[in-house]
């Protein structure tokens, strides 16, 4: 079963930086996409970027390209999301998925398993 634990969240100033960590486990992972989605309150959860883990290949929301970057370490099996220039607008409940199939990176319905999520609040 694959375990996904985020962190990293906080509370910042618009135009401030942070890094989310989500350390995955219970599978090997060489097949998988693994992606960052978020929730704000009152809506849907929304695609924010993905990364296939064999290959590297990266997806972005328009939304966030240009400002976040996805990366992931094989050693320790660990998904990055770097948020630079940040915005009130993306102030969120962020979440890790696993996407074993490892196909359609941008739709959340593909993914099966899901961290407990971390908060990210950008204050103005």
């Known amino acids: 079963q694959v375990q996904l634990v985020e962190s990293g969240g906080g509370l910042v100033q618009a135009g401030g930086s942070l890094r989310l960590s989500c350390a995955a486990s219970?599978?090997?992972?060489?097949?998988?996409?693994m992606g960052w989605f978020r929730q704000a309150p009152g809506k849907e959860r929304e695609f924010v970027a993905a990364?296939?883990?064999?290959?590297?290949?990266?997806y972005y929301s328009d939304s966030v390209k240009g400002r976040f970057t996805i990366s992931r370490t094989n050693a320790d099996n660990t998904v990055y999301l770097q948020m630079n220039s940040l915005k009130p607008e993306d102030t969120a409940i962020y979440y890790c998925?696993?996407?074993?199939?490892?196909?359609?990176?941008?739709?959340?319905?593909?993914?099966?398993?899901w961290g407990q999520g971390t908060q990210v609040t950008v204050s103005s």
């Open positions: 998925g696993a996407n074993s199939n490892g196909i359609y990176p941008y739709h959340r319905y593909y993914y099966d398993g």
């Open positions: 990364i296939r883990w064999r290959g590297g290949n990266t």
């Open positions: 219970g599978r090997t992972f060489s097949s998988y996409t």
